[in-house]
């Protein structure tokens, strides 16, 4: 069965980065893209961007663009997604998605990692 | 950017009952890229209907997509404990691939 886990919850200082994995299984990595999408605390989701794993190609929310890397290890079907220069707004549940190939809605989802900043 | 409305913002009905979810883009969506997602406290989104009426797999016959353009809607026939949550819906016609506010179904 097609399954996406995350990995566990990280607490961060503001200005620093994180890096979320998301290690899939079930189905061929390389043959949808994955999609990142993250929810603050009693809010709405918010679209992140997308990574096609075969290309590496990815397409990034303006908002993120310059401060968000998504990349893939092929060889372990994971994709991992880091946000650099956090701040305090970045508080929030993270989510990868899997997407059929550019149709890029979430089809099976990963539980999600909380990602909170601390000073 | 395609801007998604969703209305109403909570809808208060009993067990048993039809719930009826509007979505409206601010402008047409290409090919009907519509999804909507059901989401519960604590779990990620589940994906519920894509490309505006098309069921995804396992999702039960009580729960149906339609319209098209800019306006679409989410109807759910004889609410069950297990339908109350929060709905999204979200367009993946053009970038950003942007969400709905959600509308939140609650019980009466």
């Known amino acids: 069965q097609v399954q996406l886990v995350q990995s566990g919850a990280e607490v961060k200082q503001p200005g620093a980065s994180v890096k979320v994995s998301c290690e899939t299984s079930g189905y061929t990595f390389t043959n949808y893209d994955v999609i990142w999408v993250r929810q603050a605390s009693g809010q709405g989701l918010e679209w992140m961007g997308w990574?096609?794993?075969?290309?590496?190609?990815?397409g990034y929310a303006r908002k993120f663009q310059g401060r968000v890397s998504m990349t893939r290890n092929i060889s372990i079907n994971t994709a991992y997604m880091e946000l650099s220069g956090l701040e305090s707004e970045d508080t929030a549940v993270y989510y990868c998605?899997?997407?059929?190939?550019?149709?890029?809605?979430?089809?099976?989802w990963g539980q999600g990692t909380p990602v909170a900043l601390s000073s | 950017e395609i801007v998604l409305t969703q209305s109403p913002g909570t809808l208060s009905l009993s067990p048993g009952e039809r719930a009826t979810l509007s979505c409206r883009a601010s402008?047409?969506?290409?090919?009907?890229?519509l999804a909507w997602y059901q989401q519960k406290p604590g779990q990620a989104p589940r994906l519920l209907i894509y490309g505006a009426s098309t069921t995804a797999a396992g999702i039960s016959d009580r729960f149906s997509g339609s319209g098209s353009g800019t306006d679409f809607t989410l109807t759910i026939t004889r609410l069950q404990p297990e339908d109350f949550a929060v709905y999204y819906c979200?367009?993946?016609?053009?970038?950003?691939?942007?969400f709905g506010p959600g509308t939140k179904v609650d019980v009466k």
């Open positions: 990574m096609n794993p075969e290309s590496g190609n990815t």
């Open positions: 402008q047409s969506i290409s090919s009907n890229y």
């Open positions: 998605a899997r997407g059929p190939r550019f149709l890029l809605y979430g089809d099976f």
């Open positions: 979200q367009q993946y016609g053009s970038s950003p691939r942007n």
